[in-house]
């Protein structure tokens, strides 16, 4: 494989008349994570069903593990998996039945399913529920066998949507984990997500859709270093003290009911240190003091005007 995974250039498709995506350029690196974001009727699924051989797009051209999606489907198909927002299982069969099937319809040789099987129970978590119906599992147990039978094929680009939509806190992160892993281990990971936290943390590169246009890409730090909103929040005591300190403290912004003032500034030290020494200059203390740093939540609202619940729509 290349160093480029998945390779988009003037990607276009429109449905009766309506433009959903306008001309996309992205480029995966192989073993990495790229998270692609943006709010409802963004384009995100369009994009996905495109990269994955489901949705014929208009125009410009898509090359996935080297591969034309247009006049090489099929080998497109063979090098990556798909893993849907809703766990693809048989509740009526065992896990271990599940990953049979799976192994039964791989070009695998029969010989080597039950070493497979094994492998993927043990590296999921799965060898003691493996024997009982699926319709038994948590949901987080699920969404591990749904990632399970899609390495059955031994993808080298993933596909995950939403991958931990209604998962708890624990489970999220054990699935945060088994992704880490699958990328140290060269897998080159396609996620959307509707947790912007979850992007952060996992993503090598982010690209946000809105309105069928990206309009950004880079790391993390990146799109957060584009944005202006470094600040300390001052909470006092009392209505006099936040009245004395927004007259010291100018440009800063007052809430009256909260009894805080947010300070502009740049989160370093020698800024912060200037601050104290306004304030202890005027015989003021605040309560509480903490520095805000813009995180994606606010990248996003920033770029497409939207709140922060997005989908893969």
Not at 135 to 147: N, P
């Amino acid at each position: 494989m290349t160093s480029s995974a998945i390779a988009v250039s003037g990607l276009r498709k429109s449905f009766k008349g309506k433009v959903v995506l306008d001309g996309i350029d992205l480029e995966v690196r192989a073993g990495t994570v790229f998270s692609l974001l943006g709010p409802n009727g963004a384009g995100k699924t369009t994009t996905v069903n495109v990269l994955t051989t489901l949705l014929t797009a208009d125009g410009g051209t898509v090359r996935v593990a080297g591969h034309d999606v247009a006049t090489e489907a099929k080998a497109v198909r063979a090098a990556i998996g798909v893993t849907g927002q809703f766990a693809a299982v048989d509740e009526l069969l065992t896990g271990q039945e599940n990953l049979q099937l799976m192994v039964d319809l791989s070009p695998a040789p029969a010989k080597e399913g039950k070493r497979l099987i094994a492998d993927l129970t043990k590296r999921f978590d799965l060898v003691e529920s493996a024997g009982k119906p699926v319709s038994t599992y948590s949901g987080g147990m699920r969404r591990k066998l749904d990632l399970a039978m899609t390495l059955v094929g031994n993808p080298r680009i993933i596909f995950l949507d939403e991958p931990t939509t209604g998962l708890d806190p624990r489970s999220r992160r054990t699935m945060w984990s088994i992704i880490r892993d699958l990328v140290a281990d060269g897998v080159t990971i396609f996620l959307t997500t509707q947790y912007l936290e979850e992007a952060d943390q996992l993503a090598d590169r982010i690209a946000v859709l809105d309105q069928g246009r990206l309009v950004a890409q880079g790391t993390p730090d990146d799109l957060k270093r584009q944005f202006p909103g470094t600040h300390v929040r001052l909470r006092f005591a009392t209505a006099a003290e936040l009245d004395e300190a927004a007259r010291v403290l100018t440009g800063s912004t007052r809430d009256d009911d909260a009894l805080t003032l947010r300070v502009p500034g740049d989160g370093g030290t020698k800024s912060l240190r200037a601050l104290l020494d306004r304030l202890d200059e005027y015989s003021l203390s605040a309560d509480e003091l903490s520095v805000h740093t813009p995180d994606l939540d606010d990248v996003f609202l920033a770029l497409t005007g939207h709140n922060v619940e997005v989908d893969a729509k």
